[in-house]
């Protein structure tokens, strides 16, 4: 069994500060770890992944993640954050089941005040 | 650049109506899912297709939901009959073979049911 928990339903932030949205993961198998971005009336785009090999993972729009095994995490960051990032960030989770289902967090909204 | 396209955009309709939703996924995509988006439920997936093979469909409720593939470039979900509790944002998406993928989001269909 598989479950996402993303920290925080709604994280505030000024312009060029540093971005934190944190995820925890919970998965029997070694997981595939993912963060989608999804902006106003629009469906949700990846924004980077962990599959396997190097446990930091750059995306795009200058977000990165880390997977750590031992703290069972995959907190997204960006150095400074942007007006324009200012959405709802997906956190989700699958794993080398054979089953395909994707389970993702109740999501976190990010405000970004100049 | 090849997208996932999802129609109606809108739909408003009454209870007890049946509602038709229509996704076309990416070309060459194997893998198609529906999800549905509430404010209190968040991101939850209701079925997923393989090879035009339902794989799990367990999210959704079986006495009014019913999704089909009738072939690679056509993904449908129905509810008959509606009612008002079906009102929400219902996503597909699509993928090209494995759990490692991303997944690529329609813009979504905003179902309301008076």
């Known amino acids: 069994a598989q479950s996402v928990t993303q920290l925080g339903s709604h994280v505030s932030v000024s312009e060029g500060a540093l971005v934190l949205l944190r995820c925890n993961y919970s998965?029997?198998?070694?997981?595939?770890l993912f963060w989608y971005v999804q902006y106003p009336n629009q469906g949700l785009q990846l924004l980077l992944k962990?599959?396997?090999?190097?446990?930091l993972v750059k995306g795009i729009n200058g977000f990165e993640a880390e997977f750590k095994k031992s703290e069972t995490s995959f907190h997204l960051t960006k150095p400074s954050a942007h007006m324009s990032d200012a959405a709802v960030y997906f956190c989700a989770v699958t794993g080398n089941t054979g089953g395909f289902k994707t389970i993702f967090g109740a999501g976190t909204r990010l405000f970004v005040k100049a | 650049d090849a997208r996932v396209t999802q129609t109606p955009r809108d739909k408003v309709t009454e209870m007890g109506q049946e509602v038709t939703m229509r996704c076309q996924p990416i070309?060459?995509?194997?893998?198609v899912f529906w999800y549905r988006q509430t404010m209190m439920q968040g991101l939850e997936l209701l079925a997923y297709f393989r090879n035009r093979a339902p794989l799990d469909d367990s999210g959704m409720p079986k006495d009014r939901f019913s999704a089909e593939m009738p072939d690679a470039t056509l993904a449908t979900l129905k509810i008959q009959p509606s009612e008002p509790r079906d009102s929400a944002v219902y996503f597909c998406?699509?993928?090209?073979?494995?759990?490692?993928?991303?997944?690529?989001f329609g813009p979504g269909t905003r179902l309301t049911v008076l």
């Open positions: 998965s029997s198998v070694p997981p595939y």
């Open positions: 070309l060459g995509h194997n893998t």
């Open positions: 998406a699509s993928g090209p073979d494995g759990e490692a993928d991303t997944q690529y």
């Open positions: 962990y599959t396997t090999g190097a446990t």
